[in-house]
């Protein structure tokens, strides 16, 4: 398997424009974990699915985040309008079965988003 | 609400030197906790998993050990490529998702 597959790598915008995040979980995982790290938060939980059903999305801006999985092998996090606040490195994350055991979580390399 | 606090933020070690890092968590029922490698630049890497107090895991110069309040990360004879970013994280008993601290990270000197 190619692993959690993230896109872009990196992405640069002007303020209030609106950007999408994409990921590719593992074949066969039925969790889907979005994560974003910053310097100040560390990693933070925005949102996870299970089996392309949202979970909990508290950890979210909601009047300007919105995230979805129309099958299981895609994800997209949308952010609109942006703002440079939202500037850091936005990972997925899939797991089988909610708890991690042995294998833990298996991340992507992540998507650098910087809002100008 | 689970907390999981890494000290030190930042470390520097000579080749060869050992030393621990601390993970200290407050959570209302440890199901497991875990500990990763990151890498500049890359996602985050799975390396151990503990479950219950005592518990011990070990891969080459790494070896993880769990109490009830902390878990240790120690690191014997380290190499240069031992250099990253080590976060740990804990799920509660309603297997609710992953709680992460803000890692150490450890730069390993020749």
């Known amino acids: 398997d190619a692993g959690v597959i993230q896109s872009p790598r990196h992405e640069v915008t002007e303020m209030g424009q609106e950007v999408t995040l994409r990921c590719k979980p593992i074949s066969g995982h039925d969790y889907l974990f979005w994560y974003r790290q910053t310097m100040m938060q560390g990693l933070e939980l925005l949102v996870y699915f299970n089996n392309k059903a949202v979970m909990d999305d508290s950890g979210m801006p909601k009047d300007r985040f919105s995230a979805k999985m129309p099958n299981a092998s895609f994800s997209t996090l949308k952010i609109q309008p942006s703002e440079p606040r939202d500037s850091a490195v936005y990972f997925c994350a899939s797991s089988h079965g909610r708890t991690p055991g042995y294998y833990g979580y298996t991340f992507g390399s992540g998507t650098r988003l910087t809002v100008v | 609400e689970d907390q999981v606090t890494q000290s030190p933020e930042a470390l520097r070690l000579q080749e060869g030197e050992s030393s621990s890092l601390n993970c200290s968590y407050t959570?209302?029922?440890?199901?497991?906790l875990f500990w990763y490698r990151q890498d500049p630049g890359k996602g985050p890497e799975f390396l151990f998993t503990?479950?219950?107090a005592g518990e011990e895991k070990e891969k080459e110069r790494l070896k993880a050990t769990l109490t009830k309040k902390e878990s240790f990360l120690h690191i014997t004879a380290p190499k240069p490529e031992d250099s990253a970013t080590y976060l740990c994280?804990?799920?509660?008993?309603?297997?609710?998702?992953?709680?992460f601290g803000k890692g150490t990270r450890l730069s390993v000197i020749a």
């Open positions: 994280a804990v799920q509660a008993t309603g297997n609710t998702p992953l709680v």
């Open positions: 503990l479950y219950s």
């Open positions: 959570v209302s029922g440890l199901r497991g």
